[in-house]
C-alpha cells in the first residue's frame, strides 16, 4: 500500500531517549521516503480529543537540542486504559472506537507506538480493532520489554543510579554507615542488579530472588571481618517484598530499619524516584533510539505491521509483536548477571 502520512506517539511512563527516537522516525520518513509525519499528543489521549490533537513533525523540529534533552515533545500518559477508561463520573466506558476513529480522522496509514509492555498491549489490541498498520519501539526504564535486550531509557537510568552509589559510596565510609538506596524498576531488578555490580554494592535485592534478613545479617559481619569495613552499600528493587509479609511502607525504609535493628549500624534510605528517568539520555540510549527509529520506519515501507523492533547480539531486528505483549522479561536467577554478582561475593539476599 502506498503510504503518505505516518503518526508517532509515546506512551507510558517518559524516560531519556523518546526524543531522540521520534527525531529518527521523521529524518528517516521525511529524508527517505518523503512522507508526512503527525506526532499525536499524549499518547492514544490525542486521538480521544476532536479534533484530534497532534503536531506535524518536520526537519527543522530536530535542530540539535531535541535529541539531548529528557522526556518527549509528544507528551505521554501512563493512565487511562481505553478499554476499561476512568469516566469524571466514577464509572468505566469502553473508549476504544473512539481512539480508533481518531487515527481515520488523522487520515494516517500507519502508526509508530513507543513504548513498554503494557502500552504495547494496548495499542497492539486498538490495531487489531482498527486494522490499523503497527509498528512498536521498546522503551522503559525497567528494560522488562520481552524479546530485546535493550528498550530505550533503561541504560541512563542504570547510568543514574550508579552514580547515586557512587555519591552515596563517601558517606558510608566517612560516617561508618549501612547506606541504602531503592531504585524503580516495577516488578523487575534489570536497573538494580546492573547498577548495584557497577556501583559496587554489597547487597543487591531484586523481586526475582526472594531475600532472607538473615542472609544480608552475616553479609554484614562478613564485610566486617572479611574486610574491615564498617560500612555498606545496599541498592534494592522497588518491587522487592519480604516473604509472607505485607508492608506499609517502601521497601528501601523496611530495610532501614531492620537492618538497623539486626546489627546496630546507622542506616540511611534514598528514594531515587524519577530521577531515573529525567535525565539528558546517555549517548548508548540515542544510538539504540536512533537504530530502532529508522528500522521502524523501514518496517513501515515495508509494510510489515504488527511488528518490534528489538535488539539482540548487536544487531538492530523486528519480532512480532504477539510474541512480545502478555508478557515481560524478568532477570534470569541463573543468567551470567546473577552469576557475575555472585562471583564478586555480593550478597542477593538467597
Ligand atoms: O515503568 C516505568 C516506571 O518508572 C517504573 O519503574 C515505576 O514503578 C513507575 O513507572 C512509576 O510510575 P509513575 O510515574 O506513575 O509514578
Not at 535529541?67 to 486504559?81: A, F, K, P, Q, Y
Not at 535486550?149 to 557512587?166: I, K, P, R, S, W
Request: with cysteine; aromatic share 6%; charged share 25%.
Amino acid at each position: 500500500m502506498a503510504i503518505n502520512r505516518i503518526g508517532v506517539l509515546t506512551s507510558g511512563g517518559d524516560c531519556a531517549g523518546l526524543n531522540a527516537v521520534i527525531r529518527a522516525v521523521t529524518r528517516r520518513a521525511i529524508l527517505k521516503y518523503g512522507w508526512q509525519v503527525y506526532g499525536v499528543n499524549d499518547g492514544s489521549h490525542g486521538l480521544f480529543d476532536r479534533p484530534p490533537r497532534f503536531q506535524e513533525l518536520t526537519l527543522p523540529d530536530f535542530t540539535g537540542t531535541v535529541l539531548r534533552m529528557g522526556g518527549t515533545i509528544l507528551g505521554s500518559v501512563n493512565s487511562g486504559d481505553p478499554f476499561d477508561f476512568p469516566m469524571p463520573d466514577g464509572t468505566r466506558q469502553d473508549r476504544s472506537a473512539e481512539i480508533i476513529d481518531g487515527y481515520a480522522q488523522l487520515g494516517l496509514d500507519a502508526l509508530i507506538a513507543i513504548g513498554g509492555d503494557g502500552s504495547l498491549a494496548i495499542l497492539r489490541e486498538l490495531a487489531q480493532q482498527g486494522d490499523w498498520n503497527l509498528v512498536g519501539i521498546p522503551k522503559t526504564i525497567d528494560n522488562d520489554v520481552d524479546m530485546t535486550e535493550n528498550a530505550v531509557g533503561y541504560v541512563t537510568a542504570v547510568d543514574v543510579a550508579t552514580e547515586a552509589l557512587d555519591r552515596l559510596q563517601p558517606t558510608a565510609a566517612s560516617h561508618n554507615r549501612v547506606m541504602i538506596l531503592e531504585v524503580m524498576g516495577r516488578d523487575h531488578g534489570h536497573i538494580a542488579i546492573n547498577a548495584g555490580i557497577a556501583g559496587g554494592a554489597d547487597v543487591i535485592l531484586i523481586p526475582e530472588i526472594p531475600f532472607d534478613l538473615d542472609r544480608i545479617k552475616s553479609k554484614f559481619e562478613d564485610v566486617l571481618s572479611e574486610e574491615g569495613r564498617s560500612f555498606a552499600l545496599v541498592i534494592v528493587a522497588e518491587g522487592v517484598r519480604p516473604i509472607g509479609e505485607t508492608i506499609d511502607k517502601n521497601i528501601g525504609q523496611y530495610l532501614g530499619q531492620h537492618i538497623a535493628e539486626m546489627t546496630g549500624a546507622e542506616t540511611r534510605v534514598t528514594v531515587l524516584g524519577h530521577t531515573q528517568r529525567g535525565r539528558t539520555p546517555s549517548p548508548r540510549d540515542r544510538l539504540f533510539a536512533s537504530a530502532f527509529g529508522i528500522h521502524a520506519v523501514d518496517l513501515v515501507a515495508e509494510g510489515k505491521f504488527d511488528r518490534m523492533v528489538a535488539w539482540s547480539s548487536r544487531d538492530c531486528i523486528d519480532v512480532p509483536l504477539a510474541d512480545v505483549v502478555g508478557h515481560s522479561r524478568a532477570v534470569d536467577p541463573d543468567g551470567s548477571i546473577v552469576r557475575t554478582a555472585r562471583g564478586l561475593g555480593i550478597c542477593l539476599g538467597d
